[in-house]
């Protein structure tokens, strides 16, 4: 599956792509590798970004994170946000 590709088709034609989308026989976990896993690198790359190289203020203090707490930081917040998605799913 394109993710991509189908981004675009449901934001342009949605009505056609929802019904492409309800005739296709996927599993749980070619859903879950294809979609969630791609979808949830996304906040954890920005975080680690965010810390890392941008760094943020707390009560006028200006710090960054060095990149291996910043890495580690953004490595549990992967794996707990796909232990969310299954949790909730």
Known sequence: ???IGRAKSI???PLQTWLEIKEE???ISELYTSYAA???AI???AQLIGYWLIGHSVLGVHFR???GRAFGHAIIFY???LAGIYVVA
């Open 25 to 27: 026989k996927t599993t």
């Open 43 to 45: 906040p954890a790359v």
């Open 11 to 13: 934001i342009l034609k």
């Open 38 to 40: 791609i979808l949830a």
């Open 1 to 3: 599956m394109d993710l």
């Open 65 to 67: 994170w060095g990149i």
């Open 79 to 81: 794996i707990l946000t």
